[in-house]
């Protein structure tokens, strides 16, 4: 059985990333719509290797009869429009930060909780976690089976396309107004992103962490366990693609670094890439257009009872985003919707 799937935000980076992920892997789709603001009506997007779609007002869409929709075109579409949607008997998969704390709106990453897609009949949503939480808990999830981790301590660098096409086009204007003397100007970024990296996305709350700090907290605790501590730093770096992560874990069982490895080697959906040598490890360039989580430098913490250190690399804009709610929908055909039908 085929679906009809909208695509809201399709001239984004992660819209257009979503079309890209769509017809890569086959999904089954019948009718495919891409969707975005009035002034971008008209225009065209590709799907696939050989096809276009004419983008479609989505003020003026009526959502009956699709039975999924990706949502990448932040808080305030997801805000307005997720809920008709929702209402017109579409699954909306909802990629902003809007829905993910709401109690009845399950957070997904499938490898980590696919369970909880089950629960998308509440509120007709599904969320899709942030970026930086996404590739971080499909490296915690086998750890955390096999030794249960207690306390999570993370440094983050982010690359510019987590700000969107706005930010990738700022650091290349930068890059190249500084090779030519020319003035450099910051728009999307608090500070130079060319030749820097800014502590700070997302805004400062009340504690002094930032808000993407905050959402990596408490997105691990909702997917994967709420009794997990976890305190992060956040930093944009200048690549234009691919978040990196350190990650500094401790367990309430032993866990040798074999063990470790062979735990995330045999997960789902992560590639173990640990050579203690000279290119033994990934880098966000490399993961560029790859979908898996890629885990090196894989060693003992010697600081703390049970500690564990390792390095994580994915492209932010597929496994953070776009793939991560391919996925989603998948799951929902395969277990939910197919039943339905």
């Known amino acids: 059985m085929g679906y009809k799937v909208a695509v809201v935000g399709a001239t984004g980076a992660v819209g257009r990333e979503m079309l890209t992920t769509l017809a890569e892997r086959d999904f089954p789709a019948t009718e495919v719509v891409a969707l975005a603001s009035e002034k971008s009506a008209g225009t065209e997007v590709s799907y696939g290797e050989d096809k276009t779609l004419k983008v479609q007002n989505l003020a003026t869409y009526d959502f009956k009869g699709t ?8 808080g305030s579409i997801s805000e307005k429009y997720a809920p008709i949607a929702a209402a017109a008997g579409c699954v909306a998969i909802d990629n902003s930060s809007h829905f993910r704390m709401d109690p009845d709106v399950p957070l997904v990453v499938p490898e980590v909780n696919a369970d909880a897609v089950s629960r998308y009949g509440k509120r007709n949503i599904i969320a899709n976690p942030n970026c930086s939480t996404a590739q971080l808990v499909v490296a ?13 301590v993370v440094s983050t660098y982010q690359s510019v396309s987590g700000a969107g096409k706005e930010g990738m086009d700022e650091l290349f204007s930068q890059t190249r107004a500084i090779y030519v003397n020319d003035p ?36 691990v605790k909702k997917i994967l366990d709420p009794a997990i501590e976890l305190v992060a730093m956040c930093v ?50 490399e993961c560029a257009g790859e979908d898996a989580v890629y ?15 390792f390095w994580c690399v994915s492209d932010n804009l597929r496994k953070g985003a776009a793939l991560n709610a391919v996925q989603i929908a998948e799951t929902l055909v395969k277990n939910h919707l197919e039943k339905a039908a």
């Open 140 to 152: 915690l999830k086998p750890l955390h089976d096999l030794a249960k981790i207690k306390r999570v």
């Open 67 to 74: 039975d999924i929709a990706l949502f990448s075109a932040g």
């Open 184 to 219: 450099v100007e910051n728009t999307q970024f608090t500070k130079q992103i060319a030749f820097n990296v800014i502590p700070h996305i997302d805004k400062f709350m009340d504690d002094g962490a930032t808000k993407e700090e905050w959402k990596m907290t408490s997105e």
């Open 236 to 285: 944009r770096v200048p690549v234009f693609i691919g978040h990196a992560e350190s990650v500094f874990i401790e367990t309430e069982k032993p866990l040798s670094v074999e063990e470790a490895r062979d735990a995330m080697q045999d997960f789902p959906g992560l590639v173990v890439v640990d050579h203690r040598a000279d290119e033994g490890y990934v880098t966000p360039h």
């Open 295 to 309: 885990v090196s430098r894989v060693r003992q913490d010697p600081t703390v009872k049970n500690g564990l250190i």
